[in-house]
Nanobody, 125 residues
Framework: QVQLAGSGGGLVQAGGSLRLSCTDS????????VGWFRQAPGKETDFVGR????????YYADSVKGRFTISRDNAKNTVYLQMNSLKPEDTAVYYC??????????????????WGQGTQVTVSK
């Protein structure tokens, strides 16, 4: 069973940076769509960014475009979310997710088969 483990969250001041990591215990990232999502307190889960299935193309939410970058290290079976110029509104629990097949846009969490336990990111003013 695919198990995703996210890490790297924490508290940072506005304007700062954090890098989140997500590791797949079953080493299946290479054959799956992988995405990042976030959920702020009291709000729905939002799309942050994702890879195409091949990993060659990336897609981002408008709210993070130009500030966040997703990348992957296949040798380490790990994907990353580099977050720069953080804002207080980026405060949320961040999740990585993986799917073998996606029929839609890949921008909703319920399109994915597996997701990690989430890691908290808090951005102070």
């Amino acid at each position: 069973q695919v198990q995703l483990a996210g890490s790297g969250g924490g508290l940072v001041q506005a304007g700062g940076s954090l890098r989140l990591s997500c590791t797949d215990s079953e080493r299946t990232f290479g054959g799956r769509y992988v995405g990042w999502f976030r959920q702020a307190p009291g709000k729905e889960t939002d799309f942050v960014g994702r890879f195409s299935r091949s990993g060659g193309t990336t897609y981002y939410a408008d709210s993070v475009k130009g500030r966040f970058t997703i990348s992957r290290d296949n040798a380490k079976n790990t994907v990353y979310l580099q977050m720069n110029s953080l804002k207080p509104e980026d405060t949320a629990v961040y999740y990585c997710a993986a799917a073998r097949f996606i029929a839609g846009s890949g921008r909703t969490l319920n399109e994915y088969d597996h997701w990690g336990q989430g890691t908290q990111v808090t951005v102070s003013k």
